[in-house]
């Protein structure tokens, strides 16, 4: 189970990826469920963004020592946490990232 603060810290991130709106991104067609689901445990930065494109949005670090960073194309999102040494945060053995209006709906993993 999350702690609360990494649970506020995603729902703070995720309510200003609301904010901002939809920007259509330059990565056309990356933002899939073929690609969501290539993100694995321990990937860099470099690694996701090899897979998804420059992230429409790197959230602040939190307390926690994590930060959230965001891909959008129109509705379509993909959320992935990324840990201190910049590699993708995990949950146990679960990654720790979200897809939104993706083929099969909006889910977390």
């Known amino acids: 189970m999350m702690p609360k603060k990494v649970v506020s810290g995603l729902l703070l991130c995720l309510m200003g990826v609301v904010l901002l ?19 694995r ?11 998804l494109g420059e992230p429409t949005e790197r959230g602040p670090l939190q307390q926690s020592g994590s930060a959230t960073y965001s891909w959008r194309e129109g509705k379509k ?26 083929e099969q709906g909006t889910t977390q993993e």
Do not use: H, W
């Not at 709106?21 to 993100?39: H, P, T, W, Y």
């Not at 445990?41 to 897979?51: K, L, R």
């Not at 999102?77 to 993706?102: A, P």
């Open 41 to 51: 445990p321990e990937m860099t930065v470099g690694d996701v963004e090899a897979i």
């Open 21 to 39: 709106g939809c920007n259509e991104s330059e990565d056309a067609g990356k933002i899939s469920l073929k690609n969501f689901d290539r993100i």
């Open 77 to 102: 999102e993909i959320l992935v946490t990324f840990d201190l040494t910049g590699k993708v945060s995990t949950n146990g053995r679960q990654v720790v990232k979200y897809k939104f209006n993706l």
